[in-house]
């Protein structure tokens, strides 16, 4: 996780403070949502289709986001 650090300049105090966030983990938390969302997706359409080759692809479409989003929740972490 990287943090991001801004320099802000008060007109009453000359000094330059630093301010220090975290907008990174915003963008994992949404990522991780991202890829839930897309395997839930997967599976709500595997669940609607009739072709046993679209479902297989389907469901394994969803594990491969599961994956990805468990591997970017303990990245975050």
Do not use: F, W
């Amino acid at each position: 996780m990287r943090a991001r650090t801004d320099s802000v300049q008060s007109p009453a105090d000359p000094t330059l403070l630093a301010v220090t966030g975290s907008d990174d983990m915003l963008g994992e938390n949404a990522e991780i949502e991202t890829l839930q969302r897309k395997a839930d997706r997967c599976r709500r359409l595997a669940m609607s289709v009739g072709d046993r080759h679209t479902v297989e692809t389907l469901i394994e479409m969803a594990r491969e986001y599961e994956a990805q989003a468990d591997r970017a929740a303990e990245t975050a972490h």
